[in-house]
């Protein structure tokens, strides 16, 4: 496929990669493509064994040291002294495994986290394959909560925004649109006609022709950029690899000069040599490596417990050392996640700390009642398999206020059956939806304040209606601009 086949158009890209968007690829020609193209995953690189990891203990020069001291020791018959010293290389060996298998083992878990299966068109019929499965040609379809699983052109949108914080850093998520057009000169994030492996769909739904699969699509250009970058020692390994060579020298030196000063004296060649090498072998620190790999352990538990997961030891020491972290925050130092921090209603402020729950009283129906049911039913965001939530971010903070409260959506769903709903647009600046109540019909709206204010003639302040006054009016815009100034 050409680099540039964005700017293609669909009826050129279907052409080229042989499909219809009326079949999509039959079963067999996907078959085919799977076998020639390779499952659409990203590389990752061989999984280390077990094994693998306990041998990379014994790769640090240090070690190399004191094994050959344990050989040395052992051909002078000190047998105790060589066992305390494979005793601490063992130990030392071992803390550095637990460390790394357990990262290796925690990043096999987030890696399986990711989407699992998409809907596709083959042989003219909707199906769900897994993600691997998916190759250049495939139709697929696309909704809230999917996570894209391959880079595509647009052939059909409806109201489509997708999160692609993951891949251009930026918060917010795009607007795309299948008709939009490219030119050779537009910048990768500013493409709205394409929808990028691993990013998020949040709003809407489309169909889309897959152009480019696993290590072919922009987020796989990126992984592989990163699997070839080459590691480096860290500033602690590069001193104890000098402070090991140093200790080599100097070993060598005292049996030199021990040696040679016995010679002098006429004394018995092999006893000097053997005091030469036991002063040499009682200048090893033994116990430096074990205290270094209990001092790294110490602080990978630190992180631990604040969610950073630390793959290799010397790691935590080279973030120990770092005085400037250059760093796209999206995603790293933040969550690219909205949450409601305050909640106003005419009964007054309600602040909200990380996390929060609004203190609403589930039998009475007040305003902040109203606002909460509001939240949860007007609005496209959705929760799945009880727990996340997907849709625009704004909405899905909402929702989470709500869901936190104890007024889930999906109780709520049935209490208050949807009627009609009409979506939020750039003329009406807001959004609606009409629920049944019993027999009576309730429209939740939420938008544009000042539009909003335009149309009420009432106010509820707790659990009383009033007349919407100019003063009380001008209270709502007051508490508006009070927020606004804080954002």
Not at 246 to 257: F, S
Not at 289 to 305: C, D, F, N, R, Y
Not at 343 to 360: D, N, Y
Request: aromatic share 6%.
């Amino acid at each position: 496929m050409a680099k540039n086949w964005h700017l293609s158009s669909i009826k050129q890209l279907l052409d080229e990669l042989n499909t219809s968007i009326e079949k999509g690829l039959s079963t067999n020609e996907s078959e085919k493509r799977l076998r020639r193209l390779g499952p659409n995953r990203l590389a990752t690189g061989k999984p280390i064994s077990p094994w693998g990891i306990f041998a990379h203990q014994f790769q640090d020069f240090m070690v190399l040291v004191l094994l050959g001291t344990v050989i040395v020791s052992l051909l002078l018959g000190e047998f105790l002294d060589a066992t305390a010293i494979l005793a601490i290389v063992l130990l030392n060996s071992f803390l550095g495994f637990t460390q790394e298998y357990r990262a290796e083992k925690s990043l096999l878990v987030l890696r399986n986290l990711t989407a699992s299966q998409c809907k596709v068109l083959r042989d003219g019929h909707k199906t769900v394959i897994g993600v691997d499965e998916v190759v250049p040609g495939d139709i697929i379809f696309l909704e809230p909560g999917d996570r894209v699983p391959a880079d595509a052109r647009l052939i059909e949108t409806q109201n489509l925004s997708v999160d692609e914080s993951n891949l251009t850093g930026e918060s917010l998520a795009v607007t795309k649109d299948a008709n939009w057009q490219a030119d050779i000169h537009t910048a990768l994030a500013d493409l709205k006609h394409i929808v990028f492996k691993s990013t998020l769909i949040t709003r809407g739904y489309a169909t889309a022709l897959v152009v480019t699969t696993g290590m072919d699509t922009e987020i796989g250009e990126i992984a592989d950029l990163l699997r070839e970058k080459p590691s480096t020692m860290t500033p602690l390994q590069r001193r104890l690899d000098q402070l090991g060579k140093i200790l080599v020298v100097a070993c060598l030196v005292i049996v030199g000069v021990v040696f040679g000063v016995g010679l002098m004296h006429g004394l018995p060649i092999y006893n000097m040599f053997m005091v030469g090498v036991t002063l040499a072998v009682a200048a090893i620190p033994e116990g430096l490596p074990a205290v270094v790999t209990i001092a790294l352990s110490v602080g990978v538990q630190k992180m631990s417990k604040r969610k950073a997961i630390i793959r290799h030891l010397p790691a935590v020491e080279t973030l120990g050392c770092a005085t400037v972290i250059c760093s796209d925050k999206t995603g790293t130092l933040t969550l690219n996640k909205m949450e409601v921090q305050e909640v106003w209603t005419p009964s007054g402020f309600h602040r909200l700390q990380q996390g929060e729950a609004l203190k609403i009283n589930l039998d009475k129906e007040d305003d902040l009642f109203y606002s909460a049911i509001t939240y949860a039913l007007c609005t496209k965001a959705e929760v799945y398999e009880g727990e996340e939530a997907f849709g625009d971010p704004t909405e899905v903070a909402l929702l989470r206020v709500s869901e936190r409260s104890g007024l889930r959506q999906s109780n709520l769903r049935r209490h208050y059956p949807k009627v009609k709903s009409l979506p939020f647009d750039a003329e009406r600046k807001r959004m609606t939806a009409v629920v049944r109540d019993g027999n009576e019909y309730l429209a939740l709206v939420k938008g544009a304040p000042d539009v909003i204010l335009q149309r009420c003639t009432q106010i509820m302040v707790g659990s009383k209606v009033y007349g919407l006054t100019e003063e009380r009016r001008q209270l709502a815009l007051s508490a508006l601009e009070s927020m606004a100034d804080q954002a």
